[in-house]
Structures are given as structure tokens and as C-alpha cells.
């Protein structure tokens, strides 16, 4: 059965540690982070940008797989299904198909528009028991054709999205989705430290989860951060097995065209990766 994410976010709040967010893809990507989560008794929030949801067909498709293999697979731990930057419509799809939480980006409006749009959504969503994330500042990076500026959030701003009722907050503190470049200049912690005292014991979610150093992430646990993002290290790993079967001719050799022999390095990889994040977020064993 999936929760919503309120609760396991507010638990790791106060236990100071944080649940990942992984975005899903296909099949073969939900299964690989539902065993991993359940390997190692840690709650898990699957992200679905809309981008994803379309390629798998709809938001209806993704909440009727995630449902039924969460159930066909005895998955005991909590599990929330999550739309990940949505737009305004895109909420509402999700809100109907069956998701059990929504992240509304207004981030790209206007701070009324986005407060105006925010508020409604939190209405809707508390009635019918989703959470709901609002952001703040976009992120940076390019994430579906969306391109953010590295921006870094107004605490105060934080503090009128935050008095809304949103569950969770996205604050930008410098973070970027997908690989950082090399002169990346961090975390903007004076900032995250600011938000966090305008909005006490909020869960504040980190984006860009992606290539971010050990101690930078385990700063921003201790700062309020609660939920981070993973997206692009995920497909990396599953590219970088990929690429070395096929290379190895292990696709050529007896049925290795089988695409279950052909995926299952790629999902080994995903699992692999997916363990490594939830021992650095603090996660195992909190389900
Ligand atoms: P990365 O792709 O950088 O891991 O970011 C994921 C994310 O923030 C999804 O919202």
C-alpha cells in the first residue's frame, strides 16, 4: 500500500537523518529501489517527473504498476509515489490517477502565483490525504526541457510557502540537478540555516541529489534537510553496466539478448547505488 510522505519525513526530522527520493523510469527501475528499500528496512519515496510519466504512458499506468508491485512483491516498508516538479495540470492528473503525493513547482511564477496555486493544492491534497511539496527558488540545472539558474531561495520567502500547509519545502540553496560542473561553489548553508530557523521543523527537501560530497549532504541533514532528490546517478549507474555486458559481447553468448539478462546488470547497478544513498542518508533499518 503506498502513504503519503508526511509522516516518514517528519520522522526523520526529528531522528535527524533523510528518506531518498528516486526517480523511476520503467519496470525494471521501480522494482530495483522497492527491493532495496525492503533489503534494508528503509522507508522510500519513487519521484515521477511528468516527463517519465508520459513515457510510461500516463500517471494512471505508473500509479496502477507502483500499487500492484508494491503488493505482488510483499514490500512492508513505506513507500510513497510521488510526482516530482509538477505543473499545475499535471498535479491534478496525479491527485486522480491515485498518487499519494505531489510536488507542485510554482517555483517559475511569480511568489503571489505560485502562493495563490500552492494554497489551492494543499486544500485538495489534505482532502483526500496526499502530501504535498512547494518550491521555492529553482533549482538549477536542466531537468525536462525546465532550465534553473542555481538559484538560492528568499528565507522569507520560505516562510510564506511554508505557512500554506505544504508538507515538505524545495528550497534552492545552490543545488543543481544532474552532474555538477567544476567550478561548482556548494551548498549554500548560511541560507539553509536561515530557512530552517524561519520554518522550525518543517522537512526541507534538498533536489540535485546527484554527485553532492558525503559531507556536504550529511551538513544538510543537521541543517532540517529531510528528503533528498536522485535522478541522474541512478541512470548513470544503469548506463555504465549497460554499456560494459554489451561491450564484454555478454549479449552475443547463449540467450544474453534476453532482455532480462540484458537489464539485469543495469538494475544490480541501480541497487547497488540505491543502498550506497540510503546508508548516507541515515535511512536503513527506519522503516
Ligand atoms: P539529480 O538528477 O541531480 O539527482 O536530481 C534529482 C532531482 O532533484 C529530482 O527532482
Known amino acids: 500500500m503506498l502513504v503519503q510522505a508526511t509522516e516518514m519525513l517528519n520522522k526523520a526530522v526529528a531522528g535527524k537523518y533523510a528518506v531518498g527520493q528516486f526517480n523511476i523510469n520503467n519496470l525494471e527501475w521501480t522494482k530495483s529501489i522497492l527491493q532495496t528499500a525492503q533489503e534494508n528496512n528503509s522507508p522510500v519515496i519513487l519521484g515521477v517527473s511528468e516527463g517519465a510519466g508520459k513515457y510510461m504512458t500516463g500517471f494512471k499506468t505508473v500509479s ?4 500492484a508491485m508494491t503488493e505482488e512483491m510483499g514490500i512492508t516498508v513505506p513507500v510513497a509515489l510521488h510526482l516530482d516538479h509538477g505543473t499545475y495540470d499535471g ?3 496525479c491527485i486522480d490517477a491515485g498518487f499519494s503525493s505531489i510536488m507542485f513547482d510554482g517555483s517559475h511564477y ?3 502565483e505560485n502562493i495563490e496555486k500552492t494554497k489551492e493544492l494543499v486544500k485538495v491534497c489534505h482532502s483526500k490525504g496526499i502530501s504535498i511539496e512547494a518550491e521555492v527558488g529553482a533549482i538549477g540545472g536542466e531537468e525536462d526541457g525546465v532550465i534553473g539558474g542555481g538559484e538560492v531561495a528568499d528565507p522569507d520567502e520560505c516562510k510564506m510557502i511554508a ?4 508538507d515538505f519545502l524545495a ?3 545552490g543545488n543543481i540537478h544532474g552532474k555538477y560542473p567544476e567550478n561548482w561553489q556548494g551548498l549554500n548553508f548560511d541560507v539553509l540555516a536561515q530557512i530552517k530557523s524561519k520554518i522550525g521543523d518543517l522537512p526541507l527537501v534538498l ?3 546527484t554527485g553532492i560530497p558525503a559531507d556536504m549532504i550529511k551538513k544538510a541533514i543537521s541543517l532540517g534537510v529531510a528528503k533528498i532528490n536522485v535522478n541522474t546517478e541512478c541512470q548513470l549507474y544503469f548506463q ?11 549479449d552475443l553468448i547463449g540467450k544474453g539478448f534476453d532482455p532480462r539478462k540484458l537489464l539485469a546488470p543495469g538494475c544490480e547497478a541501480i541497487k547497488t547505488i540505491v543502498k550506497e544513498k540510503m546508508e548516507l542518508f541515515g535511512s536503513i533499518g527506519k522503516a
Request: glycine share 16%; hydrophobic share 30%; charged share 30%.
Open 64 to 67: 496502477a504498476m507502483v500499487s
Open 110 to 112: 511569480p511568489i503571489e
Open 163 to 166: 505557512d500554506l500547509g505544504v
Open 91 to 93: 498535479s491534478y492528473k
Open 207 to 209: 533536489h540535485g541529489g
Open 171 to 173: 528550497a534552492g540553496i
Open 240 to 250: 555504465e553496466a549497460t554499456r560494459k555486458y554489451i561491450e564484454e559481447g555478454k
